[in-house]
């Protein structure tokens, strides 16, 4: 019966936030409700710090009697005379209308007995707690606890909580925060929210207010507006978060610096109604950075296949020849992007832009699609910045990064001919027959280009190579290469009709297009005719052109053959819009300056419906026939 | 409980019916191809669950949402539409919908997303 007398500033260092009742000091004083009442008021004389003490019918607990309630009843008039003399039972029998003692088992958690026990009526709230151990009511295993004792346990729980809080929120790396009904942000936040947003002292600010700095007004209104809508009971949330406006925004902060942040909430219930939501910040710049450069990555992987498919079937000296003449137009490019704009007159820019227009037909030709593209990017960036004033800074920025796009390619493809140069190029056309002589090497370039663009143009198209004989010498090889890029450009583009077209007029659905050659020895020269089956010249739109670029000198406008010679002018094209096959007016002309520079001549015939043929006669001591 | 169907596709209308139609709690499933017969259908028959399309002829999905609810404030309404605009889709939930799914969906998204729909149903007293 002696009772336990806890050091009660002790038992709170053991408290953690995992604590029950059980680990509360216990008072196990009990009385049998026959005892008189005198024996409680010495036992609560004796033990100052004891909140009450246990009641037993045969040793079995009945009921608690807090000193509270004794001091009430004894400090009545007359009390200590009327109950000291009687057994307990007869002072408990008024305590019915106090109601019972709260009885809770031992694994109670601390915050649980805490709320309970505050639950009581307002008399009450202080009375001390019956812990029950076992769970039965037995004896010696029911204890009382002091409420304060509670209450300090629970405050200590709380420190404990709150500091544990604040070290999961300084080291959590999303950014945690909560905000109330009015968008507010509350006290306790995670500190990587500061981070995350560029901003101190989040606290009590309204969320809307502080994305206002770094996204769009726009945005920033479409997030106040869900925001609000989470707050809505009726909506649901999981059926909402795909139109979340915030689920990947781009932010924009100090320095120009960019960053790409997800925003997700949960809303957090206090029975029916959504007392607040909570929000998380993710900082997905670099996982957007990574993604990025492993597309990147595989984009480069694709790009060598594809460099190193076109390198096998090409001719290595003539894609080695292309790539030297493209870094040297390249530099070009770039002495004239080092000058103010208005230091080179714009008719300086032609020779250039026609260079690099030749170097995109043969890169198509050989097979180099992506190079080709790349070129055409710097072609119009180039025209651009011909064009340019006065936001030429622009223009020049553009068309230095499309140097760098074609630089890249090009060093890209300088790597893969390198590498099957070290694997001795044992791919698909190498057996057991010599190196092929250039004309068989041009007649496998010319058939996959006619077969990449009719492809890509969706006009089917055969190529037929009728040489007869005729060898046609090296030195010749760039000057046909790049000839007959264009050619075939020129007439799969604007020639070849489309197959419905083709099948409305009685044409094959397959067009044809022809080489064929014939050593000329009376003439000193060789004969190369280039002839496909579709509509010819169209005269109308030739007229409508020349009309157009003010050539209407009534010789061109009446005589066909002078309209036909308008296609190899400078600049001249009938297309409406630049593709990367046609619209720049460069072309026709780049043969034929080619074809004179060589000391030969172009001439072109045509039959509106049925065929288009180029007739390059070329000088003879550089051209030899073997029969 | 008994699902409205609204969409003016037919091929949507009967994929959206069929997931519904595999939910336990759903016993009927009724469909209308534009807001004016969603109305006229949901007038008639009082169902607890609409999906609503939002770009229909006769009476688009805003005002169909708007009269349905005039009816029956409680009706729990989802949304599946393409989502071409944030500011059209949190219109569709300021009015009254619960939620919000994009076109195109797969199957069983439909099928979670109805039985999202069908837990936070209110319960009605007949």
Redesign the interface.
């Known amino acids: 019966m002696a009772p336990t007398s806890p050091a009660r500033a002790e038992f709170l260092t053991r408290i953690d936030t995992g604590s029950t009742l059980a680990d509360l000091p216990g008072y196990e004083a009990a009385l049998e409700m026959s005892d008189r009442a005198k024996k409680a008021g010495d036992y609560f004389h004796a033990h100052r710090e004891a909140p009450g003490l246990l009641l037993t019918e045969e040793g079995r607990f009945r009921a608690v009697l807090s000193r509270r309630y004794y001091h009430e009843i004894v400090g009545q008039y007359c009390g200590m005379d009327l109950y000291h003399p009687r057994p307990l039972r007869f002072m408990m029998e008024r305590m019915e209308e106090h109601g019972g003692a709260l009885t809770l088992p031992g694994d109670t958690p601390i915050e649980l007995a805490v709320r309970q026990g505050l639950e009581r009526p307002r008399a009450l709230v202080y009375e001390p707690l019956a812990v029950n151990l076992a769970n039965g009511g037995a004896p010696g295993k029911v204890r009382l606890i002091d409420f304060e004792d509670l209450l300090a346990a629970d405050a200590r729980v709380t420190l404990l909580r709150g500091e544990q809080m604040k070290q999961i929120l300084a080291t959590v790396r999303e950014g945690l925060l909560l905000i109330d009904r009015e968008q507010r942000i509350g006290l306790e936040y995670a500190g990587s929210a500061e981070t995350i947003l560029e901003t101190r002292g989040l606290a009590g600010r309204a969320l809307p207010e502080v994305l206002a700095s770094c996204l769009d007004p726009e945005r920033t209104q479409?997030a106040a507006?869900?925001l609000d809508?989470l707050f809505?009971p009726?909506?649901?949330e999981?059926?909402?978060a795909?139109?979340n406006?915030l689920l990947r925004v781009t932010g924009n902060f100090a320095g120009g610096r960019r960053k790409v942040l997800a925003f997700r909430f949960v809303r957090g219930f206090v029975g029916d109604a959504i007392r607040h939501v909570l929000v998380r910040i993710e900082d997905l710049t670099r996982e957007d950075e990574l993604a990025r450069e492993l597309e990147g990555h595989r984009r480069r992987g694709e790009l060598h296949l594809e460099l190193a498919v076109a390198a096998m079937q090409a001719d290595p000296e003539a894609v080695v020849g292309l790539l030297d003449r493209l870094a040297r137009q390249l530099r070009r490019t770039e002495s004239i992007l080092e000058r103010p704009r208005a230091a080179t007159p714009p008719a300086a820019f032609d020779p250039l832009l026609r260079d690099l227009h030749g170097a995109k037909g043969e890169a198509g030709f050989l097979g180099f699609a992506p190079l080709g593209r790349e070129i055409h990017g710097l072609e119009g960036a180039l025209a651009a910045y011909r064009d340019a004033e006065p936001e030429e800074e622009a223009a020049r920025a553009e068309a230095r990064e499309k140097i760098g796009s074609v630089d890249a390619i090009l060093l890209a493809t300088r790597s893969v001919l390198e590498q099957l140069a070290r694997f001795g190029r044992t791919l698909p056309r190498e057996s057991a027959e010599p190196r092929p002589a250039i004309g068989s090497s041009l007649e496998t370039s010319i058939e996959r280009w006619v077969s990449d663009l009719a492809a890509e143009l969706g006009k089917p198209a055969r190529f037929l190579w009728r040489l007869e004989g005729v060898e046609l010498p090296e030195r010749y090889a760039p000057l046909l290469r790049e000839t007959l890029a264009q050619l075939v450009r020129n007439s799969l583009v604007h020639g070849i009709e489309s197959a419905e077209v083709r099948r409305d007029r009685g044409k094959p659905a397959v067009a044809t297009l022809q080489l064929a050659a014939r050593p000329r020895p009376e003439a000193d020269s060789i004969e190369l005719i280039f002839q496909d089956d579709g509509a010819g010249l169209d005269l109308a739109a030739l007229r409508a052109k020349a009309a157009l670029l003010d050539l209407a000198a009534g010789s061109v406008m009446d005589s066909e053959n002078e309209l036909r010679r308008l296609i190899f002018r400078p600049g001249f094209s009938t297309a409406d819009r630049t593709t990367l096959h046609a619209g720049r007016g460069v072309g026709l002309d780049l043969v034929r300056e080619r074809i004179e520079a060589a000391g030969g001549r172009i001439a072109v015939h045509s039959e509106p419906g049925r065929y288009c043929a180029f007739q390059i006669r070329l000088p003879r001591q550089s051209v030899e026939s073997r029969r | 409980m008994k699902l409205l169907v609204v969409d003016d596709s037919l091929v949507v209308r009967n994929a959206i019916a069929r997931s519904g139609a595999a939910a336990q709690a759903i016993t009927e499933v009724l469909r209308a191809e534009d807001g004016r017969e969603a109305v006229e259908l949901f007038a008639a028959h009082r169902p607890e669950l609409v999906t609503m399309d939002l770009t229909m002829p006769n009476l688009d999905g805003l005002a169909a949402i708007d009269e349905i609810r005039s009816i029956e404030p409680e009706v729990s309404i989802l949304v599946i539409s393409a989502l071409n605009s944030h500011r059209v889709a949190l219109d569709a939930i300021r009015r009254g919908a619960c939620g919000f799914l994009t076109k195109p969906f797969t199957e069983s998204e439909i099928v979670e997303a109805l039985e999202e729909l069908v837990r936070h149903a209110p319960v009605r007293v007949a």
């Open positions: 479409l507006e869900y809508l809505n009726r909506v649901i999981s059926l909402i795909k139109i406006p």
